[in-house]
């Protein structure tokens, strides 16, 4: 199967890049689309959205499917949000994320209803030992920084690193056209749960949160978009899963600890 990836030198394209290995063989090209991911994790505290990000997901959408008709393509992995399955289960979207949940809604329609085959696969917010801004967490925690932790009671999916590329090659091998799939770990957490359980690991035992009545003067340093998203909640499991694929990682402690011995073996 001969692979090609979109945004190939961000974090997940680097992961997925070890997962397909080499091109095998020749011929029509399965693409796999990474172009909408990097805001897709919650390490980032907004700053990864693009200026206008409605306007970018859909233009970054129609480029990618153009390059899949000149390029012939068998087949296109199109990796989506599985925070879209709490907004189309009821739960509270922000202002600023409103937009950009239609946007990509409407990109998966975009490219299930191309002309190339297709599917779409959502994917929980990402981490993994290759995301810089969880490394820049490391070094505020250890300064002893608070950090905007929203509600402990909103769950978000997540999903670590190697089990997102495993997934997406996966859905490239198997080719099941016209699907909508997710790819989550299967245990929803919070994003304070989440935080403060790396931060003990990495010697922090009482992290700080910012108070909620700091909100408009943080933002200079915590985006809009962030503080919605941890309001964000999974109102429900991410189903259907991917056919075929199973994560390694089904508890966010396990992949935490991980991170850290392989940043330690790294050293």
Same mark, same amino acid.
């Given at each position: 199967?001969?692979?090609?990836?979109?945004?190939?030198?961000?974090?997940?394209?680097?992961?997925?890049?070890r997962a397909r290995g080499g091109d095998q063989g020749r011929g029509a090209p399965v693409v796999i689309n990474l172009a909408l991911q990097e805001p897709n994790t919650l390490l980032h505290d907004g700053r990864a959205w693009w200026r206008d990000p409605a306007v970018h997901i859909i233009a970054s959408t129609r480029r990618v499917l153009a390059a899949?008709?000149? =390029?012939?393509?068998?087949?296109?992995?199109?990796?989506?949000?599985?925070?879209?399955?709490?907004?189309?289960?009821?739960?509270?979207?922000?202002?600023?994320?409103? $937009?950009?949940?239609?946007?990509?809604?409407?990109?998966?329609?975009?490219?299930? =209803?191309?002309?190339?085959?297709?599917c779409v696969v959502r994917l929980g917010y990402l981490?993994?030992?290759?995301?810089? =801004?969880?490394?820049?967490?490391?070094?505020?925690?250890?300064?002893?920084? $608070?950090?905007?932790?929203?509600?402990?009671?909103?769950?978000?999916?997540?999903?670590f690193s190697e089990d997102a590329a495993k997934a997406l090659v996966t859905a490239a091998q198997r080719r099941s056209s016209g699907r909508v799939t997710y790819a989550t770990d299967g245990t929803?957490?919070?994003?304070?749960?989440?935080? =403060?359980?790396?931060?003990?690991?990495?010697?922090?035992?009482?992290?700080?949160?910012?108070p909620g009545a700091s909100r408009l003067l943080v933002r200079a340093v915590v985006r809009e978009p962030h503080m919605e998203m941890v309001e964000m909640r999974a109102t429900g499991p991410a189903t259907p899963r991917l056919p075929g694929w199973r994560p390694r990682v089904t508890d966010h402690r396990e992949g935490l600890a991980e991170i850290i011995a392989a940043w330690e073996l790294a050293r």
């Amino acid at each position: 199967m001969r692979v090609l990836v979109t945004a190939p030198r961000s974090e997940l394209g680097r992961v997925v890049a070890r997962a397909r290995g080499g091109d095998q063989g020749r011929g029509a090209p399965v693409v796999i689309n990474l172009a909408l991911q990097e805001p897709n994790t919650l390490l980032h505290d907004g700053r990864a959205w693009w200026r206008d990000p409605a306007v970018h997901i859909i233009a970054s959408t129609r480029r990618v499917l153009a390059a899949a008709r000149r =390029d012939r393509a068998a087949f296109l992995v199109h990796a989506s949000y599985a925070f879209l399955q709490g907004a189309e289960g009821g739960g509270r979207v922000g202002q600023r994320m409103a $937009p950009i949940v239609e946007a990509a809604r409407e990109a998966e329609r975009m490219v299930l =209803d191309s002309a190339t085959p297709a599917c779409v696969v959502r994917l929980g917010y990402l981490y993994g030992p290759e995301w810089r =801004d969880l490394r820049a967490y490391r070094t505020a925690f250890r300064l002893g920084r $608070p950090y905007w932790a929203g509600p402990r009671r909103n769950l978000q999916h997540l999903l670590f690193s190697e089990d997102a590329a495993k997934a997406l090659v996966t859905a490239a091998q198997r080719r099941s056209s016209g699907r909508v799939t997710y790819a989550t770990d299967g245990t929803p957490t919070s994003f304070a749960d989440f935080m =403060d359980d790396f931060a003990r690991l990495v010697g922090r035992s009482r992290p700080l949160h910012l108070p909620g009545a700091s909100r408009l003067l943080v933002r200079a340093v915590v985006r809009e978009p962030h503080m919605e998203m941890v309001e964000m909640r999974a109102t429900g499991p991410a189903t259907p899963r991917l056919p075929g694929w199973r994560p390694r990682v089904t508890d966010h402690r396990e992949g935490l600890a991980e991170i850290i011995a392989a940043w330690e073996l790294a050293r």
